[in-house]
């Protein structure tokens, strides 16, 4: 986020059907944490944390 990288430890949902796999997280991060200050100053309010939603629907799995 923002040119800035770090690891991040969360939990998952992985659902397998009909041989595709599916899954969805979600984490919160401190904007902060990745050289975002508070913009309040150009007059705009965002939240200091915010929640990251990661989907990632019908993968197909290859059969050898």
Known sequence: IHNVTKDIKTTAKFT????KI??????????KDYGIEDPTMI???I???V?????????QVLKK
């Open 22 to 31: 599916s899954a969805k997280c979600d984490f919160k991060v401190k904007l």
């Open 16 to 19: 397998v059907k009909d041989g």
């Open 47 to 49: 939240a200091e944390e």
């Open 51 to 59: 929640t990251v939603k990661i989907s990632v629907a019908d993968y």
């Open 43 to 45: 007059g705009k309010k």
